[in-house]
């Protein structure tokens, strides 16, 4: 198979990857320095995302001075009125910031000599002055977020709605296989991967698993977590400092996140036949060869992040095995609405299920799940989707 080498947990390199801005990426060494590649703009793509990583720091505290600015603007009469000391809010803040910062350096280390540094007076090895673009800023900040979904006990109920449904299913789809069919290997294919959790869940139930993601603050921060933690609860991360829009109270975006919530490799070696790897690129470009191969797609959160969701369904038809599974949830929030420059194929689920049909599936479950999608619990505003859940055998 071609684009397939399942060594364990390992993320992989291809040589065409795409990230959402629709940027072209080259090969991507591991992930990126010792690329052989010379495409200069590979290259400078993937030393953007990572500045996004080592400039966090200096980014979230012009937020903070922000934030001081106008609490110290407003009269004394309104800050006496106020029951909490924003100053504290502010020494907060620059601590999570930091605790925040140390996280990101630990993924972001293996990629320090794509930078000029140099020694301060004091000895610091700092990193040339970094210019970030605004939406790797926010990209980065909804990725240290993410982490609550994938990676912490305060994110197990978002699991529960989204992923259960899927291992669920699985699980019975493949409750007559034998010992050996698990020894031989059933694989499973996670496109848009996220920060893996999903995948790392299939792989627990004996699947040789794969995710497929192609952007880089994705790729770099799962690596992290799923190479480098050797127990549960091993980091904390504050993820909810970055707003303070919708709280009940002043102490939530200051609330530690204790990350992973289990220990990866001993819950992976309860199940001999499991594995995991993960595949950078894009979606169609990467699979599009590797035709009846997949015993099992899944998709989550997914099918929306198509320019042309037709293209991403005869991806799916060509690649997956006849009898082949495919389960899906997720809502039709199409990504590209309405962005310049790109196209947005935009089909309501109707039409899309009789599109499915027409390659070659037969739908054997239709329903709805109502389900949030990276929120936190205990927030003011919860943002419900009522996801279409399906399950459909490749005839
Ligand atoms: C909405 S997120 C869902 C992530 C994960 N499945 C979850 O449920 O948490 C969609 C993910 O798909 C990735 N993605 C979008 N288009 C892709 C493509 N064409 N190829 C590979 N990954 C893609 C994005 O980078 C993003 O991580």
Redesign the pocket.
Not at 190 to 195: D, I
Not at 212 to 215: A, P, T, Y
Not at 281 to 284: D, M, P, S, T
């Given at each position: 198979m071609e684009n397939n080498d399942n060594n364990s947990n390992n993320i992989k390199s291809k040589n065409e990857t795409?990230e959402?801005d629709n940027e072209l990426h080259e090969t991507i060494g591991p992930i990126g320095l010792n690329s052989s590649s010379n495409d200069i703009e590979e290259f400078n793509h993937l030393k953007n995302i990572v500045s996004s990583f080592f400039n966090y720091q200096v980014d979230s505290l012009r937020e903070v001075s922000r934030i001081e600015r106008d609490f110290s603007s407003i009269p004394l009469k309104y800050k006496e009125r106020m029951s909490f000391n924003y100053q504290t809010r502010i020494e907060k803040l620059k601590s999570a910031i930091w605790e925040n910062y140390k996280f990101f350096l630990k993924i972001a280390e293996p990629y320090k000599e794509m930078f000029k540094s140099f020694k301060s007076s004091t000895g610091e090895i700092l990193i040339e002055p970094l210019f970030v673009k605004p939406k790797n800023i926010i990209k980065l900040r909804s990725t240290l977020k993410?982490f609550i979904?994938?990676w912490s006990k305060e994110g197990l109920f978002e699991r529960k709605k989204?992923y259960d449904p899927i291992l669920t299913e699985l699980k019975t789809y493949f409750s007559n296989k034998s010992e050996k069919d698990f020894e031989k290997g059933i694989y499973i294919l996670?496109?848009?991967?996220?920060?893996g959790r999903?995948m790392y869940e299939i792989a627990k139930l004996g699947f040789k698993s794969q995710g497929?993601?192609?952007?880089y603050h994705?790729l770099l921060s799962s690596n992290y977590i799923l190479n480098n933690t050797t127990k549960e609860n091993e980091f904390f991360i504050q993820p909810l400092i970055h707003s303070f829009s919708n709280l009940i109270n002043e102490e939530i975006p200051f609330k530690k996140i204790y990350i992973p919530d289990e220990c990866l490799s001993d819950n992976l070696i309860k199940n001999k036949y499991g594995e995991m790897s993960m595949v950078a690129?894009?979606?169609?470009r990467v699979y599009k060869k590797n035709i009846n191969f997949w015993d099992g797609i899944v998709t989550?959160?997914?099918l929306d992040?198509?320019n042309n969701v037709i293209e991403y369904i005869e991806t799916i038809s060509e690649i997956i095995k006849t009898n082949g599974i495919w389960i899906n949830i997720g809502p039709l929030l199409y990504?590209y609405t309405e962005m310049e420059n790109e196209i947005s194929i935009e089909l309501s689920w109707d039409e899309i299920k009789k599109i499915i049909i027409g390659y070659g599936f037969e739908i054997k479950k239709e329903e709805y799940i109502k389900t949030t999608?990276?929120s936190y619990e205990e927030s003011l505003m919860q943002t419900v989707y009522n996801c279409i859940f399906f399950v459909a055998i490749k005839k």
């Open positions: 795409e959402e993410l979904r994938d989204t996670n496109p848009g991967a996220g920060l999903l497929n993601e192609f952007s994705m690129g894009e979606f169609i989550c959160f997914f992040t198509a990504h999608y990276s």
